[in-house]
């Protein structure tokens, strides 16, 4: 490689220099991540990434029983190291994406040790939680006239674009289910919408023609329902986008498929339906999903399910205004569930206030109240309520 360092902006992807990350960024509007640069011939790689740590204090009831806690954690996002390989051939665009993503806190309980690698989840032995997670491994090629085609490992498409919406994802959120830890807090997950997650897939995305584009891909087949499947899942997302004036905004529409095999197997599937529009300082979003059979959506999680199908649902809303370097922000949710081996309609519903300073384009310095409510027999026995106040701050580089 050259021995020119470069940094500079980061643009739209379709073979173009954007990870994720930076993605997440420009989609709150907290300004350009900038990368590290190195070229040779007609190919350049990108390195990029993210840190952040919060405090976090934490007072809980559940079942007549008060809790109090604090804790130094990672928010939504872990940390996350990006190699973006890029380069253009016989009228291809071509990308590569390795991404690993550390965490700062271990469940050891003796400070400055680690807890045991070898434990495989005996009693008394605490295994890691500071691995490295592979979320990103992929590479793709394509060009403006007929598409991009993507193997490996990357985002989900169902439930992609509200994740990236959530304002705390550049904070902390909800944290009921972090006390693991898990390296990343729920922020508004299981609170309005289902987590994507990061998944093996062969996607297909087609040109953009007039701000509306569509990616759809087979996906590698879950564990879940008591049987290992047969068959890929599916998931499809039709997304358009348009600016008049001061006033922009995004439509999607998604679904995820898939179809367990074996004793008890049924047809898992999800809806969703998203919005953003933004004028001038103010920025609205609006979401809501449907799903059978795809899991609990009270935790979360796309697959798991308590072996039976289980209807959910929910709903999210957010308003964020900017004031110079400094955006406010409101957002709620609620998921819902029932069906299957559930006795009862068990609710988990969350409500962020948050205020995001971009202290320069590097670093953002946060703070933020969450309430958490949780209601059913199944899953909240005793019902569960939180409050969380967290401040901290995360570097994007």
Aim: charged share 15%.
């Amino acid at each position: 490689m050259d021995n020119t360092t470069t940094r500079k902006g980061l643009r739209a992807t379709g073979g173009k220099r954007l990870s994720l990350l930076t993605g997440a960024l420009l989609a709150l509007g907290m300004g350009p991540a900038h990368a590290v640069s190195f070229s040779q011939g007609d190919a350049t790689l990108d390195i990029n990434g993210t840190i952040n740590g919060f405090y976090s204090h934490r007072s809980a009831e559940s079942g007549g029983v008060k809790t109090t806690n604090s804790a130094l954690t990672n928010g939504l996002l872990p940390g996350w190291i990006n190699f973006v390989f890029t380069t253009k051939v016989d009228g291809l665009d071509i990308k590569a994406h390795v991404g690993f993503a550390p965490g700062i806190n271990d469940k050891s309980d003796v400070v400055g040790l680690p807890s045991d690698p070898g434990c495989g989840g005996a009693t008394g032995c605490d295994s890691p939680f500071t691995q490295i997670d592979t979320r990103n491994l992929y590479f793709q090629f394509g060009n403006a006239e007929w598409g991009t085609i993507k193997f490996g490992r990357d985002i989900g498409l169902f439930g992609q674009k509200i994740i990236l919406s959530d304002m705390t994802l550049l904070g902390l959120g909800g944290n009921s289910y972090a006390s693991t830890p898990f390296n990343t807090t729920f922020g508004m997950i299981g609170h309005g919408y289902m987590y994507t997650g990061f998944q093996p897939q062969i996607t297909y995305t087609t040109p953009t023609k007039g701000g509306l584009s569509a990616s759809f891909g087979i996906f590698d087949p879950n564990k879940f329902a008591g049987s290992e499947t047969k068959d890929p899942g599916f998931q499809a997302m039709a997304n358009y986008d348009w600016e008049a004036g001061t006033a922009k905004g995004s439509v999607w529409l998604g679904a995820v498929h898939q179809r367990t095999s074996g004793t008890g197997s049924f047809n898992a599937s999800g809806f969703e339906l998203g919005a953003k529009v933004g004028i001038g300082a103010f920025e609205a979003v609006a979401y809501g999903f449907d799903a059978s059979g795809l899991g609990l959506s009270t935790v979360g999680a796309m697959y798991f399910s308590p072996f039976a199908k289980t209807d959910g649902k929910g709903y999210f809303l957010q308003g964020t205004y900017t004031v110079g370097k400094t955006k406010f922000g409101l957002n709620f949710g609620e998921n819902r569930d029932r069906g299957g081996l559930l006795a009862d309609t068990n609710k988990f519903r969350s409500a962020t206030v948050g205020v995001y300073h971009s202290l320069n384009k590097y670093i953002t310095l946060v703070g933020e109240y969450n309430q958490e409510k949780g209601e059913g027999s199944d899953i909240f026995p005793g019902d569960l309520k939180t409050r969380t106040i967290s401040l901290g701050g995360i570097l994007f580089f």
